[in-house]
């Protein structure tokens, strides 16, 4: 679903004094206006104009009317005109990919204009650019707390232009976080709020992200009938912004049908359209999604020219929200031609950047976010209420307090269930991480049988096969003299040592005493094939006489078979004490030594990956695993799992 993400459009319509983009003057006419009026505040006002009509079309020219505006208001001590011009200076850094330059703005402006009254509109402008600054930025919980300030400063001030704007970045806002019904919700209030007050320009946006949520919802009937109606409307305002935005959304749409022809044709048809933009963010968005395509479309070679070009732009502009996607692109190129390691590696970088992107936005957050500006909205409705009975006789004030009774009970009653809802939403989270480690041990389990038993009934046989040919060839030869023959036979000799290498690595994979006798008979097994010279081992099991749940046995498994291979590497150990006891209590495990031991703290992060895989395993059996050593101490390692 997240393709359809990537081309949510990015809310930059004019916050300036006209009601309506399509409905500002033509920049020729304005400079002649302006070169042309003496009174300085009409000029300013003036300027303001032409710099919203730049903001969209040609983000330099902007900001050069806005520098001019600043500093014509600043010689006029015109404070406000300065801040109101400074949203566009905003909007200027976020199209040459700097949202925090745009961020810093945004809340600099908003602590000086939280000290001046009547400016709810002007706060709710930076409110809704502060926001789109951290949506760019990756931080959408955040970028949230924005824009429901900016929705409550415009009610606050009756503005329903930007109430229909701050609607609409709330929608993007749960689109990014993959809250397709919510925002769904909001778009339709952005929409209806629209129509409401005759404002057509938010009609292209609007359509276009209802469509990219269908989208991920998978009804594409509904993507091709909005989109279709977003782009005529694009089209018909000179809006390129939008209208690419929904090409690259129809595209994504054949995309997912697998039409991959019409949706080349379609994504082809925006680049030229984004690129006149001059929006890197959104360029090296649409670029990713072509070079997956190219790979669906088996066309590596354009595929990873594509994508290449894609990341070098988002190195240079430090476009770090947009590294998984592109990732995902050139890995699935390297795939499809064939290049399985640098597509893994290409995959593990991709899901590290997704791990860390959600981590500060859970939906219980969110929930509470929304709830919180609801229940503020009802406590203003009480708040006037209140004042308005307060005028009237003792019986309607009687009345006004019994109301405001039962709302306190309902609003208990409402708070109660929400913390049931909190609590049984972390319960399904807490139930979907445990499943989702459960498929990732198994599926990891499942691949080492597979590699295992590839390796023993093929690569193994056919090595077999290759040294009984060459047995067999022995006698049919005649050797020259006896060093031919000695130097065959060490042939013969290194195919038999690979046989047994083959056969051993099989076994480490996959024991087969694991699958027919259980743990105990296994680790015993394992350990026979250490060298008692190079390191003394004493295995003691007890309890083990019945067999364990197949998941337990695995994963102790692994875990002491990891254990081991450590001390033998590293420890310089020459002996090794191991105890496996199963009880009333559950089943305890301990690996000593008397090697030099080691500092847990001054582990590098590639030393301490083997731990921290030992340490996931054990956690997903609900089990604890705990190291006591120190450097020239030894090593104890002691594992318990709470199973009956």
Same mark, same amino acid.
């Given at each position: ?19 309506? @983009? ?44 806005? +520098? ?22 905003? @909007? ?25 009254? &009547? ?113 005529? !409307? ?14 690259? !959304? ?14 080349? +044709? ?11 933009? &001059? ?126 009774? &039962? ?169 090794? +004490? ?6 009333? +209590? ?38 604890? !695993? ?19």
């Amino acid at each position: 679903m997240r393709p359809f993400i990537t081309y949510l459009l990015f809310f930059l319509a004019t916050y300036g004094c006209t009601a309506s @983009y399509a409905q500002s003057p033509k920049t020729d006419s304005l400079r002649k206006l302006i070169s042309s009026e003496k009174d300085i505040d009409r000029k300013m006002d003036l300027l303001l104009l032409l710099s919203n009509e730049f903001r969209m079309r040609n983000p330099d020219s902007s900001a050069k009317v806005t +520098d001019e505006l600043v500093k014509l208001a600043g010689k006029q001590h015109n404070e406000t005109m300065q801040l109101r011009a400074e949203v566009n200076k905003v @909007y200027y850094y976020m199209s040459m990919s700097k949202p925090d330059s745009g961020l810093l703005l945004s809340s600099k402006n908003i602590r000086l204009l939280n000290k001046v009254q &009547g400016t709810d509109s002007l706060q709710s402008q930076y409110y809704s650019a502060a926001g789109l600054a951290l949506m760019r930025m990756n931080r959408q919980k955040e970028a949230m707390e924005q824009f429901y300030m900016a929705l409550k400063k415009a009610e606050k001030g009756n503005e329903k232009v930007v109430m229909v704007k701050s609607l609409h970045n709330i929608g993007w806002a749960y689109m990014e976080l993959n809250q397709f019904k919510e925002a769904i919700e909001h778009f339709r209030s952005s929409i209806d709020l629209a129509e409401e007050i005759k404002l057509p320009v938010r009609f292209a946006v609007s359509y276009n992200n209802l469509a990219s949520c269908y989208g991920a919802l998978k009804q594409y009937d509904s993507v091709y009938k909005f989109v279709k109606q977003g782009i005529r !409307i694009a089209q018909q305002q000179k809006n390129i912004e939008a209208e690419a935005n929904g090409w690259n !959304i129809m595209g994504t749409a054949y995309t997912a049908e697998r039409k991959y022809r019409e949706a080349l +044709d379609c994504f082809l048809k925006a680049k030229p359209i984004r690129e006149k933009t &001059g929006d890197a963010f959104f360029i090296v968005s649409d670029l990713a999604v072509l070079s997956e395509l190219y790979a669906l479309m088996n066309n590596t070679t354009e595929g990873l020219r594509t994508g290449n070009e894609a990341l070098r732009i988002a190195q240079e502009k430090n476009l770090q929200a947009k590294f998984p996607m592109i990732y995902k692109a050139i890995a699935l190129n390297h795939e499809k031609a064939g290049n399985y390691a640098a597509a893994s590696e290409l995959y593990k970088k991709m899901n590290d950047l997704k791990d860390s992107i959600y981590t500060h936005a859970s939906e219980e957050a969110l929930a509470e976010m929304k709830t919180k500006y609801e229940t503020e909205k009802k406590e203003k409705v009480i708040q006037e209420q209140q004042f308005n009975l307060t005028r009237k006789n003792y019986l309607i004030t009687g009345i006004s307090l019994a109301l405001l009774f &039962g709302l306190a009970l309902a609003w208990l009653f409402y708070n109660r269930n929400q913390l049931k809802q909190k609590a049984k939403l972390q319960q399904t989270v807490f139930e979907q991480q445990q499943l989702a480690a459960s498929a990732v041990m198994k599926a990891e389990e499942k691949e080492r049988q597979r590699i295992a038993k590839d390796l023993h009934d093929g690569v193994g046989q056919m090595m077999s096969a290759a040294k009984m040919n060459l047995s067999a060839f022995e006698n049919e030869i005649q050797f020259s003299n006896a060093d031919q023959k000695l130097s065959f036979e060490r042939i013969i000799g290194l195919v038999d040592e690979s046989c047994k290498e083959v056969r051993t690595v099989s076994h480490q994979m996959m024991p087969n005493m694991l699958l027919k006798s259980g743990l105990g008979k296994a680790v015993a097994e394992f350990l026979d094939k250490i060298d008692q010279k190079v390191i003394k081992v004493n295995l003691h099991v007890e309890g083990l006489q019945e067999r364990l749940n197949e998941d337990v046995e695995i994963v102790l498994y692994r875990v002491l078979q990891e254990c081991v291979n450590n001390v033998i590497k590293h420890s310089g150990a020459s002996h090794l +004490d191991i105890a496996i006891i199963k009880d009333k +209590d559950g089943i305890s495990a301990t690996i000593e030594d008397n090697g030099k031991g080691f500092d847990l703290q001054q582990l590098d992060e590639e030393s301490g990956i083997g731990l921290k895989n030992m340490k996931a395993r054990i956690d997903y059996l609900n089990g604890s !695993i705990d190291f006591d050593t120190a450097p020239g101490k030894g090593t104890l390692v002691a594992i318990h799992l709470p199973v009956a």
